[in-house]
């Protein structure tokens, strides 16, 4: 229970913030109702902290969540409007499975301005529910904003997980709303399944070297990141529907304190490319230099496909750092992965050991590579790769 | 102005071997290091200190010989330096550190900004900065790679997908910090090293000195358990070529085919 104390001045700030109206004013001192949801937004709108949540220490009724829920993102597209980031139906396939294991209902959690009409592609993707919060206020991504509507809309419908997308928003979002909650949250996971009716979650740590499984045994929702590019998607299902809850949260602007003033975008930014990319051409150290880069790239050309690199070719200057393949670049997992002259780290190895088909180029037949690789060619990638792209030149025009 | 800076020490990840037979990890002969996302956090921190007159605090938590990168942030130039280290604070999650640092924060008082690395590179969750600012309801700025502060107002330069973004707030406020991709950390000279140990001993604070609930610490206060340490499943080796560059051209094209890419 939300608590008040004497310390209230009456200045009357929390509730206006309040998006439940639970605040009002009795006499010179705020109290607060039965429509609180614990959703914290009025904490920081009060300058002498009088208000205060106890949290629940030791365990909860953990059997009170159900629900499998995932945080879509939106990406604003060419045209200006906004669409759903890719990493959404990834994460609407995964969490498919466990809801189905757990026999939950599978929820897409959509927050902005207008976007409504993005909810059949939610349920063509596996979406049983979608929770709607439309607003002119949540036109953007704000921390403050859709924290508070996130810790809101869990408070009040107590889901039993809440998957978000390790990307720069989900990292930004889910420790704020773990944190507020007083419950865990594991990142950057590879891998989910189910032990026990607890979401086992999977990452790897020290840079790959070794995988942890994490679980959140006494607190709910459990909640987690994942990366884009790690789980599979399913094919759509056309015409399906989801059940729409439209829940009416009011934003105050005046929790809103961090402002955005600009935003640039780099129009020539590779990591969209190599994310979406079908093939990637990837190489490392042993392309030597940029000269090396260019026969990768016209063999990129030939194949319709993207440039990647590992950490060593980067941190030698061969490619800009949106190209990094790898633990700490982007993860990837395109049809066909070409690794030329890269040794197989395992920090990058976890970055693209998901691709379906993995062709391995690398004159060390000892390189760690070839673990991954479905096909290893020992060799040198100078004189392989521009014979490969001359060729492949040669059946086209024939 | 006053500012804290939180920093961390870790193993260098980059030189963590595996053991081929057990798979485990091998530790011993692994240097500590300063977090470098922290370092670079902390050089943002002196160089704001120094145009604004600013007072400067470093907090760290870990084991005792975490005091290592405390002193080496006093040598570099911070005015106070703090670790936080006991045995209640073993078995820390994200959740838990996040406690223990904001209680530690209030215990420090005044400030005006908090910077921090984004991530640590032995766990890099990158959640502990936001952690610690939702614990003090404080705004947060993620993945900054420029700062700049003009009276009560920080204007950042961040991260977002596909490019940056410019944002602005009223102070006090937590930002964490990305790295330029070559970043060369600085390391104080010996003189300074000297005189640091001598002027500025690092402060040592356990339990007794912050005002925490003891079930929210450690292990207790950590909603995540981890249930296993594994080395990562390899895959069963490919098949392997091996010949002229234009067999294997062959090779490759036959490969190509049969996978239905051309």
């Given amino acids: 229970m939300l608590t008040i104390s004497d310390e209230c001045i009456g200045c009357t700030k929390c509730v206006k913030v309040c998006p439940f109206g639970a605040l009002f004013m009795e006499g010179k001192v705020a109290k607060v109702n039965e429509s609180c949801t614990l959703c914290g937004a009025c904490l920081q709108s009060c300058s002498v902290n009088a208000i205060d949540i106890p949290r629940t220490i030791g365990t909860v009724d953990i059997s009170a969540y159900k629900g499998v829920w995932v945080f879509i993102e939106l990406l604003d597209a060419k045209d200006g409007k906004k669409q759903i980031r890719p990493i959404g139906h990834e994460l609407l396939s995964a969490g498919k499975g466990l809801a189905a294991e757990l026999k939950e209902e599978l929820c897409a959690v959509l927050i902005g301005h207008h976007v409504s009409g993005m909810i059949d592609k939610l349920a063509s993707y596996g979406a049983d529910k979608v929770y709607l919060v439309e607003n002119e206020m949540l036109q953007d991504y704000n921390t403050d904003s859709f924290s508070a509507v996130m810790c809101a809309l869990v408070s009040q419908y107590k889901p039993s997980m809440v998957l978000y997308p390790s990307t720069y928003v989900g990292r930004d979002l889910a420790p704020r709303v773990a944190t507020e909650l007083f419950t865990g949250l594991t990142a950057d996971c590879t891998g989910l399944s189910i032990k026990n009716g607890h979401l086992l979650q999977t990452r790897p740590a020290f840079g790959g070297n070794i995988m942890a499984n994490i679980l959140c045994p006494e607190k709910r929702p459990q909640m987690a ?174 | 102005m006053e500012i804290i800076s939180l920093i961390k020490q870790v193993p260098d990840s980059t030189r963590v071997k595996v053991d081929p037979v057990t798979g485990t990890l091998i530790r011993a002969g692994v240097p500590s290091i300063l977090n470098p996302y922290d370092h670079f956090a902390l050089e943002q921190a002196i160089k704001l200190k120094k145009e604004h007159n600013a007072k400067l605090t470093v907090l760290s938590m870990g084991p005792p010989q975490a005091e290592e990168v405390v002193r080496l942030a006093l040598s570099l130039g911070a005015d106070r330096g703090i670790l936080l280290s006991d045995r209640a604070f073993a078995g820390s999650d994200t959740w838990a550190t996040s406690y223990t640092l904001a209680q530690a924060i209030r215990k420090i008082g005044k400030f005006d900004l908090i910077l921090a690395g984004m991530m640590a590179i032995d766990g890099d969750t990158a959640q502990t900065g936001p952690g610690v600012a939702q614990q003090l309801r404080l705004p947060q700025i993620t993945f900054c790679n420029e700062l700049k502060v003009e009276g009560k107002k920080l204007i950042a330069k961040k991260l977002i997908e596909g490019g940056h973004e410019i944002v602005e707030c009223i102070m006090p406020v937590l930002c964490t910090m990305i790295m330029p991709h070559e970043y060369h950390p600085s390391y104080p000279s010996f003189m300074s090293i000297y005189k640091a140990q001598v002027e500025k001993p690092a402060e040592l604070w356990s339990l007794k000195n912050i005002d925490a609930e003891i079930k929210l610490l450690g292990l207790e206060g950590s909603p995540t358990r981890v249930d296993k340490i594994y080395p990562p499943v390899s895959k069963e080796k490919g098949t392997m070529y091996n010949g002229s560059p234009s067999e294997m051209v062959e090779i490759l094209i036959q490969i190509l085919k049969e996978e239905e890419v051309i």
Wanted: charged residues 25%; contains cysteine; proline residues 5%.
């Fill in chain 1, 225 to 398: 990141t994942i990366r884009p590019n790690v789980m599979k998607k399913n094919p759509p299902v056309a015409g399906a529907k989801a059940v729409i809850v439209t829940v009416n949260i009011p934003i105050d602007k005046s929790i809103i304190r961090v402002k955005t003033v600009k935003k640039l975008i780099d129009e020539s930014h590779g990591i969209e490319k190599i994310d979406e990319a079908k093939v990637i051409v990837s190489g490392g150290r042993g392309m030597k230099d940029r000269n090396g880069f260019k026969l990768l790239e016209e063999l990129a050309d030939e194949l319709n496909g993207a440039v990647g690199a590992s950490r060593a070719a980067i941190d030698m200057g061969l490619k800009p750092k949106p190209h990094q393949v790898g633990q700490s670049g982007t993860t990837v997992s395109p049809t066909l992965y070409i690794a030329c002259g890269i040794s197989g780290a395992i920090q990058h190895l976890v970055g693209m050991e998901s691709s379906d088909i993995v062709i391995a180029i690398n004159k060390n037949p000892d390189a760690s590579i070839f673990n991954v690789a479905k096909y290893g060619i020992i060799g040198d990638a100078h004189a392989i790769v521009p014979r490969l792209t001359e060729a492949l030149k040669n059946r086209k025009k024939a």
